[in-house]
């Protein structure tokens, strides 16, 4: 089982910055996929970042420029850096992993118990 605990949700103004974490724990051989999704008031979980073991980085187009995410393998931790924070960006934000329990073995994947971002104009 991995356990996820997410950090650096908050309240700021437009314009301002955060920095969300969330770090894997628990019994796995690898963690291969980390990405963070959100979720607004009345609408659905939706990506809006993702990188790969090897560092590869996607980004959902109107996040891009502005939000950075990168991991911390060794820590099996994910950041995102938000800049230039827009009111839009208000949600609730969640990490997700993919993980192995065995080399070659299947996949699972789990999610963080969510942070909330909100962004005042």
Not at 48 to 64: C, E, L, R, W
Request: hydrophobic share 30%.
């Amino acid at each position: 089982q991995v356990q996820l605990v997410e950090s650096g949700g908050g309240s700021v103004q437009a314009g301002g910055s955060l920095r969300l974490s969330c770090t894997a724990s628990g019994s796995f051989f690898s963690i291969n996929h980390m990405a963070w999704h959100r979720q607004a008031p009345g609408k659905q979980r939706d990506l809006v970042a993702q990188i790969t073991g090897s560092g590869s980085t996607n980004y959902v187009d109107s996040v891009k420029g502005r939000f950075t995410i990168s991991s911390d393998n060794a820590k099996n931790t994910v950041y995102l850096q938000m800049n230039s924070l827009k009111p839009e960006d208000t949600a609730v934000y969640y990490c997700r992993v993919i993980a192995q329990y065995r080399d070659h073995g299947p996949t699972f994947q789990y999610w963080g118990q969510g942070t909330q971002v909100t962004v005042s104009s």
